[in-house]
Each structure stands twice: as C-alpha cells, then as structure tokens.
C-alpha cells in the first residue's frame, strides 16, 4: 500500500498552561512526518492571539499551518495576522470565511471592510506573501449553499484564487466524499480534494457537531458507539476501528491524503496512521 500524505489538526487551548500539552501532542504527531499540523482559529477570530502563539511555536516543531478566518474582522485586522504568521515561519494557511457571529445557521453578513468571502482572503492572502493555501469544502454541500452546482462552483472560485488543495467538512460514509470527489473532477477543480477525517471518540459531541454541519450519521456508527457512554476506552477503539475501515477503504479508491481531525489527542490519530501502515518514525528515516 503507497503511503498516504497526511495533516493534523488542533485547536488552540483555552487556557495558557495548555499550551506545552498541546506541543507535547504536536510533537508525537509530527514523527509521522505530516505535510503540516493546523491550528484552528476560534470561531469569529475570538481565539486569534492563542492561535498565533500556539501555531508560532509548532512551527518550531513541524510544518505549520494557521487557520484564518474573516467574519466579524476587517481587511487590516486579517492582513496583520497573515504578516505575523509569516514572519513567525507559518508559511501555509487553511483560509475560511467563517460562521456567522450568532452562529450556524444565522444569516451572514460580511464586514464593512472586510474580505467578504474566502475567495476574497485568498486574494489578499496572495498579495501579503506566497502562502500554500487550503480551504474547507462540503461533500453534504455548505449548509448555506443552495445545491451541489453552488457548493463546486463556490470551491471553483476559491481554487481559481489560489488554493492548493480543498480539505472536505468531515462525513462518515466513503461513497459521500467519493461522489464529491468525482463530481469536483468534472466541474474542472483540479488540485486535490482532501478528506477531513473526524477523530471524536465522544458519540455525543459527534452528533452534536454532525448535527451543526449536516453531516449524516449512519445507523452504523451510532451501533459502534451504544452503550459506550461511560467506557471511554472502547470508544477510543470503535473510533480508531471506523476510521480505520473509512480511510482504508479510501485508499482503494485511490485516496492519497488525510487530514485528521485529532481533538488534540495523540493516541487515537496515531493507531489510525499506524492501521494505513504509517510509521511513527517516519520523520527521522
Ligand atoms: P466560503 O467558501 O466563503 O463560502 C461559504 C458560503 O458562502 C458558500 O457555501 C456560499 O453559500 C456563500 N458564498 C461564498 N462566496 C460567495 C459569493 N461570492 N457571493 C455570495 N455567496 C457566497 N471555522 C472557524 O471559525 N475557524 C476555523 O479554524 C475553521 N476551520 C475549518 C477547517 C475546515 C477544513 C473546514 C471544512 C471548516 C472550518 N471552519 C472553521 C468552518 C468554516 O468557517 C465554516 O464552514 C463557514 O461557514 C464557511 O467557511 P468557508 O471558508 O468554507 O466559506
């Protein structure tokens, strides 16, 4: 089996004594050697000072790469957290629009003077430094957008700005990022789509957050998890299990990179890297 390209994907954490765990983390992903480990901007940009520590002093340890979003901040504000990135070493950026301040599902509203859309951050992305960008795209469609055509030829202007690689909303049934997949093809998206692969072994939060995105939980995957609640370890197994099964069957149909959802764990992302026959000490061979 060729070895996939993978990337991580943390979050900032609230508290400053969180940060050296966090590294610790960081650092064990990082022998697998990822193409980069992220770092999440809190929604609204409210995590924007812990978001640049955090990815700053990752990219001492691994490539890294810096959310950024631009709801709720203008053009100068965004700009000077791209220059900040830049001159901290974080040369790669995953560039989003965002949620609306009142959350998902209220109406969006770009700032007055800010980047209305991803499209437009890319753009003004570019301008500040040569950036690798990725950027989020939905295999269930963008729950804002109004079809499958909206949600390609979203990603298609997002591509055409600038973007090396599209990273999907995480799912959890194969043939939902399959069809995606082929369907960016025939729109004429050409630079990869990679699958968001969703490392939370905690059933709950899982519904609640696949419940905020429209991704559909198969009977399948609530089955995995019944009776789990108060057995954290066998969760931690049936996710590495279903993970597992999803990517490996992936890689036969020719899917080549993983982006992995880690919930700032180390232990479940790698057994699963392991299970696509990924060595931890990749980074020194
Ligand atoms: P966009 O690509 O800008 O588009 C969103 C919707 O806006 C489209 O579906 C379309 O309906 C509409 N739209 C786009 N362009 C136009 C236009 N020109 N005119 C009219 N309508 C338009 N959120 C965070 O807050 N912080 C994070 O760190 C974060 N990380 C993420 C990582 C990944 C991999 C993914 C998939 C999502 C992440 N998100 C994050 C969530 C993301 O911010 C939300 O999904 C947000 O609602 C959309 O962001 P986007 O960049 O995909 O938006």
């Not at 983390?25 to 995590?47: E, R």
């Not at 924007?48 to 890294?64: D, K, N, Q, W």
């Not at 909206?150 to 298609?156: A, F, G, S």
């Not at 559909?216 to 049936?238: H, N, T, W």
Request: aromatic share 8%; net charge negative; glycine share 10%.
């Amino acid at each position: 089996m060729n070895q996939p390209e993978i990337s991580f994907e943390l979050f900032p954490p609230k508290r400053p004594d969180g940060i050296e765990a966090l590294l610790r983390v960081a650092d064990k992903l990082a022998g697998f050697d990822p193409a980069f480990i992220s770092v999440t901007y809190g929604a609204g940009g409210s995590s924007r000072e812990r978001t640049l520590g955090v990815t700053s002093a990752l990219a001492e340890i691994a490539p890294a790469a810096g959310h950024i979003t631009c709801v709720g901040a203008s053009c100068a504000e965004v700009d000077k957290v791209l220059e900040e990135y830049w001159a901290a070493g974080v040369k790669r950026i995953v560039a989003l629009r965002g949620d609306p301040l009142e959350g998902i599902g209220a109406a969006y509203a770009p700032h007055e003077e800010g980047y209305a859309y991803a499209d437009d951050l890319i753009r003004g992305a570019k301008k500040i430094a040569d950036f690798d960008v990725s950027v989020g795209c939905y295999p269930e469609t963008h729950p804002e957008a109004r079809g499958l055509q909206d949600e390609l030829d979203n990603l298609k202007r997002k591509i055409d700005a600038g973007a090396d690689r599209a990273i999907t909303q995480f799912f959890f049934e194969p043939e939902i990022f399959l069809r995606y997949r082929d369907a960016a093809a025939d729109a004429g998206i050409d630079k990869p789509i990679v699958p968001g692969v969703m490392l939370q072994p905690n059933f709950k939060g899982l519904q609640k957050m696949a419940g905020l995105c429209g991704a559909f939980v198969p009977l399948k995957i609530s089955q995995a998890y019944e009776g789990l609640d108060d057995d954290a370890p066998a969760r931690d197994r049936a996710t590495i299990d279903l993970v597992s099964e999803i990517c490996t069957r992936l890689v036969g149909e020719g899917v080549n990179a993983f982006h992995f959802y880690t919930m700032n764990k180390s232990a479940i992302a790698m057994e699963v890297c392991r299970n696509l026959g990924l060595n931890k000490d990749r980074r020194a061979a």
